[in-house]
């Protein structure tokens, strides 16, 4: 069984700028989820999916990140404009049970 | 607010030993609970489970026991390898479904 792939696995981009992550859940995952894990934290979920609906946002900065699951199959997490404090690890996971799901290896985002 | 605390933010311990890893939450309608492994530069890895109606879960080397009226859970590791280093999260959950984590201890397995 494939994994949960997203990508970059890396992103260095200025204050300011946008950026994008993709998510690719494992197949038949229906429920996937956006974590952000700053260094030193635990991860916070940002997000979560179920299909092609949107279950939970509501930890999401919507004034700055959206995202969306087209098809309910892939995800993306856009952030608009980026600042310092969105320096992060974000995580993409997904779940075919509601009890524990897997992550993918993370998209490290450095906003200088 | 954190509501899943993991205050020893690093251990360590000598190879063949065990390790003990610590984890208080303060919600007391959380009824799941996982740990995850993480190693650098990975995303983090289911390692066990446990749910309110059971105070204990064994699998392996690894054990959980949940103290649901002290809202504590800890993690077992016996005996303890070199490749059990990396960072531990505990997570748990009203449902089952979205996880609050605690920010990580790092395990340090001595050779």
């Known amino acids: 069984e494939a994994g949960v792939a997203q990508s970059p696995r890396y992103k260095i981009i200025e204050k300011r700028q946008s950026v994008a992550f993709w998510c690719n859940p494992i197949s038949g995952h229906a429920t996937l989820y956006w974590y952000q894990q700053i260094l030193g934290q635990g991860p916070k979920l940002l997000i979560q999916f179920q299909n092609n609906g949107v279950v939970d946002d509501s930890q999401l900065p919507k004034d700055r990140f959206s995202a969306e699951r087209l098809k309910g199959v892939d995800s993306t997490l856009k952030i608009q404009p980026a600042k310092l404090e969105d320096s992060a690890v974000y995580l993409c996971?997904?779940?075919?049970?509601?009890?524990?799901?897997?992550f993918g290896s993370g998209t490290r985002l450095t906003v200088v | 607010d954190q509501q899943v605390k993991q205050n020893s933010p690093s251990l360590s311990v000598q190879e063949g030993r065990i390790s003990i890893l610590n984890c208080d939450y303060t919600?007391?309608?959380?009824?799941?609970f996982l740990w995850y492994k993480k190693y650098p530069a990975e995303g983090p890895t289911f390692l066990i489970s446990?749910?309110?109606?059971?105070d204990k879960n064994e699998d392996g080397r690894f054990t959980v026991f949940l103290n649901k009226s002290a809202k504590h859970l800890s993690l077992h590791i016996v005996p303890s390898q070199p490749g059990d280093s990396a960072v531990y999260f505990c997570a748990a959950s009203p449902t089952g479904n979205q996880f609050y984590f605690g920010t990580g201890t790092s395990l340090t397995v001595i050779p």
């Open positions: 996971a997904s779940s075919l049970t509601t009890y524990g799901y897997t």
């Open positions: 919600n007391s309608m959380f009824d799941y």
């Open positions: 446990i749910s309110s109606i059971k």
